[in-house]
């Protein structure tokens, strides 16, 4: 036998007569070419993890350009080294498809390179060559029994080290790092431009921080170009503090506290904007505006008692309002010493100070208290922008003072801040009230204050000097009306002030208990000063009973609830009660100021009887005048006898007719005095009817010019009297109405008690004998308008007579 072949040889000098081993050569050849396809694959993957690695961690951002273009090449040529070497290394040789296949089968056999050699003999005699041909067919026979092992890479032994392992390991690491940014950062290898150079451990972080106020989060710049949606007003931050951008449109630098020691560059968003950052990255800012703040009454402002105003409001705003103000306006001819007053309001209890709120405002003290001004409510946002409400006329509320001589000086000191240029008759008023101290039993005090006043408005003053005389007559008019109390009504405002401010910010329980024991301290001293609570020693006052009055006990059992509210962490309700307790406190009145205006309706009740009463003798008595001017009987007056008895007669009449008007005229005179002040536009009428009295009185002289004349006059006053009473008793209505208002939120105080859905008392001994009125109207005033109505048809012709008469009995007493 020859040796063995080179592997060489060509292929039909070196076992082509067995198809058998060309079929399982090639097969063996593949299998190596599978696996060192399998190596190249491993090789460049481990590779090119390593590369996704380093740019996932952000390599390629913080090294230069230079160093990017090193670095990629570095990973370029490795790939293609092995690549390449792959390549040269070309198909498999036989030898080692040979090696291959022999692996697999009996080692001592060796079929696949046995049956691969040739006999060294060319011309071998027939027993060598049949042995040789047997030798053959048992190489066949072992090669046919031996199989193809499949590829086996043999990556391990290769890869000692597993850096494969560490590669994926090391990418999935830097993939978590990278986050949504992997594509960009992998993308920053091949940026290989100039202008992108940036210094050693560098990177660009940029983020829209919206306002607090809008309570949304920051916004960071995508890895890509894109649009942007921030509210306005947002911070655009940059670090770091040099980097170098391109901005256009609403983007305002902002200049940190320290410059030397800053970090980062801001810019204020206020308008659209488009920014370029260093790395490349655009974006189109688009600003979501900040909407003014919408606010509306959603009560009809209500004036107090004691000189405040309860307003209802509704705010509305995109994000939420920070204040609320009451804005007033006054249109005059004259300059005053004050402007209008600007009250602070507070906010809703809802999120973000939104929704539905309620506040009482202090208007006592201001010097337009009374007057007809313009009122806004507006509302103003974080952002500094403001909404205002449609503009409504109301007349500021004003204190009651019940002494003549303290709301004289509150007058005085009115027209003086209004109109300082008219401190000349305010100055003849004063020294009109400092007249006889002794008969009007003025105080020293408030006399020697009325002097130094009247001296405050000599000569030139200025507008300061003439504010310190308008304080001073506020100041008597208080001392005058209040005494001591007006410094506990003010710590009880402050006390309760001081809890509603405490549960807004919500502080701790032990603050708010020491709050609500403050509030309950001022109430009593408040209510011990009004008379309303006895001192100790003192009885209490048996006080009338009225379903819509408030005791001690209610207010302090008020004061409980707001308590165990606020202990059981409802905050609403206890806001609801203290706003409550606001409402009463605001409207109390003391026990003597409710036997005064007790008193007065009376008196205004007694004054609309007699004016009532006045109107129907006037009536009758021109219903006479008229008789005796219609039946004159002529024909007893041509008679010599009895002509002249008959004209004395009508002489003596027309004396009594005259003497009758002249008592109606004086009782009409007595009854305006007693009126006084009180009688308000009811005055002119009954002046007009004073006048036309007198008018008839004198044309029913000796002198007179006639009955004619006086019916004329006679009907003249029974309209103005008329007119009066009418007014009167609106005026009447306007103030039971305000005092059935305030008593009905007095009444829901206590829980509903006070008066029945229909109007009727609900409690008292006296309940169930009070007749039910459904106009609610005084008994007076509802014969009145009885009276009006039976005169009205009484004046209508067109009736049947049997009606007329009727109605002519019904008038007359």
Known sequence: MTDKQDADTPEDETGANSPQLETMLRRSAAAIL????????????TLGLFFLALSWIGLWRAVS???????VALFGFAAFFLLAREIARGWPRRRAALHRLDAGADAALRPAASLDDTLAAKDADPATAALWSLHRKRLEAALASTPVAPPSPRVPERDPYALRAFALVAAIAAAFVAGDEKRARLAAAFDWRAVNLLGASQRIDAWFEPPAYTGRPPIVLAQESGVIEAPANSLLRLRPADTSVTMEGGLAPVEPADPPAAKERSYSLTGDARLALPDGRTFDVAVIPDRPPAISLSDKPR???????????????????AGVEAVFSRKAKHRALYEPPRMALPPPAGPGALGEGKATIDLADSPYAGAKVAMQLVAKDAAGNEGASDPVEVILPQRRFTKPLARALVEQRRNLALDPEARAN???ALEALSLAPEAFDTPAAVHLGLRAARRGLEGRRSDDDLRGVAD???????????????????DLRAAEKALREAMQRGDSEEEIAKRSQELRAALDKFLEQL???PTPGQQPRESASDGNSVTPEDLQSMLDDIEKAMKSGDMEEAQRLLDELQDIMENVQTAQEGVRQSQRNREMSKALKELDQLSREEQQLRDDTFQGMKNPDDEDEDRPGRGGAKGQQRSDDSGGERNRQKSLRERLERQQDAL?????????????????????EEALGPQGEGRGKAVDAQGRAVQALRKGADKLAQQMRGEEGEEGQQGAGRSRARGGKGRDPLGRSSQGKNASREKYDPLGLPPAQRAHRVQEELRRRL???????????????LLRR
């Open 531 to 533: 008379g309303a609570r």
């Open 676 to 696: 006084g002040a009180d009688g308000g536009e009811a005055d002119e009428e009954l002046d007009e009817a004073r006048k036309a009295m007198k008018e008839a």
């Open 65 to 71: 350009v230079e160093a990017r273009v090193a670095g």
């Open 472 to 490: 001073m007559l506020w100041a008597m008019a208080l001392s005058i009306e209040d005494g001591d109390s007006s410094q506990a009504e003010r």
């Open 34 to 45: 599978a696996e060192r396809l399998w190596r190249l694959g491993a090789a460049l993957a």
């Open 303 to 321: 004036n107090n008692v004691r000189g405040s105003m309860t307003l209802g409001y509704r705010a509305e705003d995109d994000y939420g309002v």
């Open 426 to 428: 305010v100055r003849a």
């Open 795 to 809: 004046g209508q012709p067109e009736r049947p007579t049997e009606e007329l008469d009727y109605l002519q009995r």
